[in-house]
């Protein structure tokens, strides 16, 4: 790759890192609930999935997906199932958050910080993202020398991809930490876990509702 294919790439994934959307929503969501560490966890589980899509598309297993019907909806749905079981589990803890002011063992205990929890939503909220599959259909072949090994290549656009997304997504997460105190109030908690809820199950049923 050379140096301005470098920079155009690396402009084009600082400019997708910083559109909000199901990343942006769900590190704000755990960094609240188990503070920075859960907050970059989720974001080096998100990150990890960049290079799973990278590897699919340059086998061209995404031109099999995008072809066959099926295949698409399957993954589709799937994806948008498990934005809107995290949702359910924010508004869950909306609906069940009075249970904290009265018994601070219980709030400890869900707030904890939880690793492999952390990674798993983050790289199947990733991973699961049919848009995220597209996006990588039609943005690393302007980035793509068809001279040279095309899996390479894919995997240092991901590459570059995460160390811009895990930067961004840690800043972020670090910036959320600093109101926790704030959020974990119990009225504030309320809201804030019902908003996010909200917003999780709205872009769920939008990606399993969109042809």
């Known amino acids: ?16 890192t910083l559109t909000p959307g199901v990343d942006t929503m769900l590190i704000i969501r755990n960094s609240a609930r188990g503070g920075w560490l859960d907050g970059a966890v989720s974001s080096l589980g998100i990150c990890s999935g960049l290079f799973v899509h990278a590897t699919v598309s340059a086998l061209g297993i995404s031109i099999i997906l995008l072809h066959t019907a ?3 909806s399957a993954l589709k749905f799937a994806g948008a199932a498990y934005l809107i079981w995290l949702g359910v589990c924010s508004w869950k803890r909306a609906v069940g958050g009075r249970q904290n002011i009265f018994d601070g063992k219980v709030a400890a205990r869900q707030d904890s910080f939880r690793l492999a929890r952390s990674l798993r939503e983050g790289f199947l909220s990733n991973v699961l993202n ?4 597209i996006f990588y259909m039609a943005f690393l072949p302007q980035f793509i020398n068809p001279a040279e090994p095309p899996l390479f290549q894919s995997l ?3 590459g570059i991809h ?3 997304a895990m930067l961004y997504q840690c800043i972020l997460a670090a910036m959320v930490n600093k109101a926790r105190k704030w ?7 309320r809201v804030f876990d019902s908003c996010t809820g909200s917003v999780l199950l ?6 399993a509702t969109e042809k």
């Open 130 to 133: 049919p848009k995220t599959v």
């Open 70 to 72: 099926w295949a698409f």
């Open 162 to 164: 995460f160390t811009i």
């Open 156 to 158: 240092l656009v991901a």
């Open 202 to 207: 709205f872009i769920g049923f939008k990606i």
């Open 1 to 16: 790759m050379d140096a301005q294919t470098f920079i155009t790439c690396l402009i084009a994934v600082t400019l997708l």
């Open 183 to 189: 959020l974990q109030r119990p009225g504030v908690n």
